[in-house]
């Protein structure tokens, strides 16, 4: 909840430093006006686009944001899979391992539940990917493990031929890699 916190935090910093820039002018200029812009953008996304809870049931995945409610159901789902690892790089799975989709499929499987067991491949938080190859975030950072034993259970009962990314790593202290 820290990272859903920080992005409202943000989007009103930005949009307060531009109200200030406004206020010091007297007047309008460009300058304040694109960081107001700016700052907008953040809110709405935001408000639309950051998860604030995740269901998982018969009927498909459900996310809920500030201001909207998405669903989406299993015939639409191709896939679940990791975001980028949560140093900030912007890596998807898709350059090293061919997607979400085939994270499963490739080497990197265990061969018996097809649950994809490289560490790159299970830093990040979870992501959903539809048929048309949209991805959509579930979760900023990993989930605990009994989540991951929660979710994974219900991809088995609601959608058994789905690919699930394998569980978040965890350092050998019991703490968060």
Do not use: Q
């Not at 159901?73 to 090293?96: H, Q």
């Amino acid at each position: 909840m820290a990272f859903v916190a920080i992005s409202y935090i943000s989007a009103a910093l930005v949009i307060a430093l531009a109200t200030l820039g406004f206020v010091n002018a007297g007047g309008f200029l460009l300058l304040p006006f694109f960081i107001m812009l700016f700052g907008l953008f953040l809110a709405l996304v935001a408000v639309l686009d950051v998860p604030l809870r995740v269901v998982v049931g018969e009927t498909g995945v459900e996310r809920r944001c500030l201001l909207r409610h998405h669903r989406l159901p299993w015939d639409r789902v191709a896939a679940f899979g990791r975001s980028s690892s949560e140093s900030g790089v912007r890596r998807y799975l898709k350059s090293k391992t061919g997607g979400a989709r085939t994270a499963a499929r490739s080497g990197k499987d265990d061969g018996k539940s097809g649950v994809a067991t490289d560490k790159k491949a299970t830093k990040g938080g979870l992501v959903v990917e539809d048929v048309r190859r949209r991805r959509y975030l579930l979760s900023f950072g990993r989930e605990r493990p009994d989540e991951y034993a929660l979710l994974a259970e219900a991809v088995a009962t609601y959608a058994p031929g789905l690919s699930m990314p394998g569980p978040p790593f965890y350092s050998k202290r019991g703490g968060r890699l």
